[in-house]
């Protein structure tokens, strides 16, 4: 089977999770209506399923090519891209001055999961083009908006994030790419870039690259980077495309999954030096950077959600229609597999982790809009710190719920899952890096704990347990037998994590060692305790909903099954660091 877009459960999400439609009604969308949006993301649902999707496994078998710096996409995509930016998909949030719809970033974070179920490969494009729109609009001067923004949006062109040196992956402070000013008030790069996503290809006429250089005079590590728009091609006065820049893709990397997306080796200044342009101030790159890159994070976020949801249907439609053994009563022929409860747990659990990765994602999604639209100062201030403190949690534990939704799929399929014609095979490749790009999962634990508990003295983290409180409270408060625990379990793991939070606290202030020790557990239960939230907060809104009373049995398996992992996590970050000493003597023998 090929991937239909979940538009029915996004929306669900949407409204009754992140509180969409109640921002709608309170107009802090301006004249945008729940019709409307709702139009929008059933036909961009449309889109991936009709016009995407086809292309996923052809992507797959076919990958991209590289031949003399010259990158082929896999057949179907040069077709597929020009319908999709026709059709404006480019500009979901982009501002209507630039050619935008200007919708809400909730609308547009319903749009990346279905393009990226519908084929990850071909999604990375379009995600990195929000991301330069983004960074440009906050931080690009007049004419660099003049010249690139319409274009971009219109997706007419692309744009690309030019991060990783081999010396520099997640320490951005090591990156060596050179910056020389020019007299005409431009700049030279010259130096080499790694993992560059999309860094070439023939979908469009030019490609934007935002690049992270260093000036001669810069003070050393983090403080010292700048960033810089190059173009493939320069742009003549009237807007038409000038020569060739001084950069070029050198190779291609063969990797494990995403083959459809080009994975870029650039180079730049083999010609004395690409012409590049400031973004921003000169040494202060890495905040216009990170307008690209928390765009990123939550769209990494829901590639997880993506590829777990595509993972589960394929699934759940396999697990139909295979049949072996008798699930119930001796006495007639072969079940369905989908009727043995190893079988059973293995779909629910896909299913509830998938529902609790995007409830996750919109809440963040959320609090990224109404930072910005928002009533009052005060109320976007408290919505940007939510925001900031939401998604490492969404980056990173929806990734991680990828990479086990992928592999239960693939689990379920049994022996024929391990057979690459099936396809379940490659939903667990394409969804290995997620964890990896775009700050490792490890790193998203670190900021989460380091730069993210602390905000505002540790009051934001205080709201949002708070406002989990009131959803437990609500259930308990519901006096509805088929919540079964949920309420109960769901305390637990509130409280578990109030328990560790108030551990790392302290850890920070004296005993860092353990603080770290401790980030990763602690990231996977605040995504457990959040995640078993947004299922209830499902479950309570379908009380009134005869034909949604399933999401509340769903609620009850994830509070039940899932959930009751928080309190041993809870334990596991408070031994600190010692267990984790306690290894030095055995890490340090040869292999």
Same mark, same amino acid.
């Given at each position: 089977?090929?991937?239909?877009?979940?538009?029915?459960?996004?929306?669900?999400?949407?409204?009754?999770?992140?509180?969409?439609?109640?921002?709608?009604?309170?107009?802090?969308?301006?004249?945008?209506?729940?019709?409307?949006?709702?139009?929008?993301?059933?036909?961009?649902? *449309?889109?991936?399923?009709?016009?995407?999707?086809?292309?996923?496994?052809?992507?797959?078998?076919?990958?991209?090519?590289?031949?003399?710096?010259?990158?082929?996409?896999?057949?179907?995509?040069?077709?597929?891209?020009?319908?999709?930016?026709?059709?404006?998909?480019?500009?979901?949030?982009?501002?209507?001055?630039?050619?935008?719809?200007?919708?809400?970033?909730?609308?547009?974070?319903?749009?990346?999961?279905?393009?990226?179920?519908?084929?990850?490969?071909?999604? @990375?494009?379009?995600?990195?083009?929000?991301?330069?729109?983004?960074?440009?609009?906050?931080?690009?001067?007049?004419?660099?908006?003049?010249?690139? @923004?319409?274009?971009?949006?219109?997706?007419?062109?692309?744009?690309?994030?030019?991060?990783?040196?081999?010396?520099?992956?997640?320490?951005?402070?090591?990156?060596?790419?050179?910056?020389?000013?020019?007299?005409?008030?431009?700049?030279?790069?010259?130096?080499?870039?790694?993992?560059?996503?999309?860094?070439?290809?023939?979908?469009?006429?030019?490609?934007?690259?935002?690049?992270?250089?260093?000036?001669?005079?810069?003070?050393?590590?983090?403080?010292?980077?700048?960033?810089?728009?190059?173009?493939?091609? $320069?742009?003549?006065?009237?807007?038409?495309?000038?020569?060739?820049?001084?950069?070029?893709?050198?190779?291609?990397?063969?990797? @494990?999954?995403?083959?459809?997306?080009?994975?870029?080796?650039?180079?730049?200044?083999?010609?004395?030096?690409?012409?590049?342009? @400031?973004?921003?101030?000169?040494?202060?790159?890495?905040?216009?950077?990170?307008?690209?890159?928390?765009?990123?994070?939550?769209?990494?976020?829901?590639?997880?959600?993506?590829?777990?949801? *595509?993972?589960? %249907? *394929?699934?759940?439609?396999?697990?139909?229609? =295979?049949? %072996?053994?008798?699930?119930?009563?001796?006495?007639?022929?072969?079940?369905?597999?989908?009727?043995?409860?190893?079988? *059973?747990?293995?779909?629910?659990?896909?299913?509830?982790?998938?529902?609790?990765?995007?409830?996750?994602?919109?809440?963040?999604?959320?609090?990224?809009?109404?930072?910005?639209?928002?009533?009052?100062?005060?109320?976007?201030?408290?919505?940007?710190?939510?925001?900031?403190?939401?998604?490492?949690?969404?980056?990173?534990?929806?990734?991680?719920?990828?990479?086990?939704?992928?592999?239960?799929?693939?689990?379920?399929?049994?022996?024929?899952?391990?057979?690459?014609?099936?396809?379940?095979? %490659?939903?667990?490749?394409?969804? =290995?890096?997620?964890?990896?790009?775009?700050?490792?999962?490890?790193?998203?634990?670190?900021?989460?704990?380091?730069?993210?508990?602390?905000?505002?003295?540790?009051?934001?983290?205080?709201?949002?347990?708070?406002?989990?409180?009131?959803?437990?409270?609500?259930?308990?408060?519901?006096?509805?037998?088929?919540?079964?625990?949920?309420?109960?379990?769901?305390?637990?793991?509130?409280?578990?994590?109030? %328990?560790?939070?108030?551990?790392?606290?302290?850890?920070?202030?004296?005993?860092?060692?353990?603080?770290?020790?401790?980030?990763?557990?602690?990231?996977?239960?605040?995504?457990?305790?959040?995640?078993?939230?947004?299922?209830?907060?499902?479950?309570?809104?379908?009380?009134?909903?005869?034909?949604?009373?399933?999401?509340?049995?769903?609620?009850?398996?994830?509070?039940?099954?899932?959930?009751?992992?928080?309190?041993?996590?809870?334990?596991?970050?408070?031994?600190?660091?010692?267990?984790?000493?306690?290894?030095?003597?055995? $890490?340090?023998?040869?292999?």
């Amino acid at each position: 089977m090929t991937y239909r877009a979940p538009v029915a459960d996004i929306l669900y999400s949407l409204k009754h999770v992140a509180g969409f439609a109640a921002a709608i009604d309170e107009g802090r969308f301006g004249e945008l209506d729940l019709d409307t949006a709702e139009a929008v993301i059933a036909e961009a649902g *449309k889109f991936a399923t009709e016009a995407i999707a086809p292309l996923d496994v052809v992507g797959d078998r076919e990958g991209a090519r590289c031949a003399n710096g010259v990158v082929t996409m896999p057949p179907g995509f040069r077709d597929a891209y020009r319908r999709w930016a026709e059709a404006g998909w480019a500009g979901v949030t982009a501002k209507p001055e630039y050619g935008g719809m200007g919708l809400p970033h909730a609308v547009a974070a319903a749009c990346n999961e279905m393009w990226s179920g519908a084929s990850m490969g071909f999604a @990375l494009c379009p995600l990195l083009g929000e991301g330069a729109i983004g960074a440009l609009e906050v931080y690009g001067s007049e004419t660099l908006r003049a010249t690139y @923004l319409g274009r971009l949006v219109t997706g007419e062109w692309t744009g690309t994030m030019n991060l990783t040196e081999p010396q520099a992956g997640s320490d951005l402070g090591a990156v060596k790419t050179r910056a020389e000013r020019a007299v005409d008030g431009t700049y030279r790069l010259t130096g080499q870039k790694i993992f560059i996503t999309y860094g070439e290809h023939d979908l469009a006429d030019n490609i934007v690259h935002l690049v992270l250089a260093r000036l001669p005079d810069a003070p050393p590590g983090t403080r010292g980077i700048s960033l810089f728009l190059a173009p493939k091609f $320069l742009v003549k006065p009237d807007g038409s495309l000038g020569p060739r820049n001084d950069v070029r893709c050198a190779s291609i990397e063969h990797k @494990l999954g995403i083959h459809a997306s080009p994975t870029c080796v650039m180079v730049y200044g083999d010609a004395g030096g690409a012409t590049a342009y @400031l973004v921003g101030e000169e040494n202060r790159g890495l905040a216009a950077m990170f307008v690209m890159m928390n765009a990123a994070r939550l769209g990494v976020g829901l590639q997880g959600v993506a590829i777990g949801e *595509k993972a589960y %249907q *394929k699934a759940l439609t396999y697990a139909r229609e =295979r049949r %072996q053994g008798r699930a119930g009563a001796a006495g007639g022929g072969m079940s369905p597999i989908v009727e043995h409860p190893d079988v *059973k747990r293995m779909l629910a659990t896909m299913k509830a982790l998938v529902q609790a990765a995007r409830g996750i994602c919109h809440l963040t999604a959320m609090a990224i809009d109404l930072a910005i639209h928002a009533e009052s100062a005060e109320a976007r201030a408290l919505a940007s710190e939510r925001a900031a403190l939401l998604t490492p949690v969404a980056k990173a534990f929806s990734t991680d719920i990828g990479d086990e939704v992928a592999s239960l799929g693939l689990q379920v399929h049994g022996g024929m899952g391990f057979i690459e014609e099936t396809g379940a095979a %490659q939903y667990f490749r394409d969804s =290995r890096i997620a964890a990896i790009y775009e700050g490792t999962n490890g790193v998203q634990a670190i900021d989460l704990v380091q730069r993210k508990l602390p905000l505002s003295g540790g009051a934001t983290l205080k709201r949002e347990i708070a406002a989990m409180r009131a959803v437990v409270a609500a259930v308990a408060a519901s006096g509805e037998a088929e919540f079964g625990a949920t309420a109960a379990r769901l305390g637990e793991a509130v409280d578990a994590l109030e %328990q560790a939070s108030a551990y790392l606290g302290g850890a920070l202030g004296g005993d860092l060692a353990s603080a770290l020790a401790g980030a990763t557990s602690y990231l996977r239960l605040f995504g457990l305790a959040l995640g078993g939230i947004c299922l209830a907060k499902a479950g309570l809104a379908a009380l009134s909903q005869p034909a949604e009373r399933g999401r509340i049995g769903l609620a009850r398996f994830f509070a039940e099954k899932l959930a009751t992992a928080a309190p041993g996590l809870a334990r596991s970050i408070q031994s600190g660091a010692a267990p984790l000493a306690s290894c030095d003597a055995v $890490l340090a023998e040869s292999a």
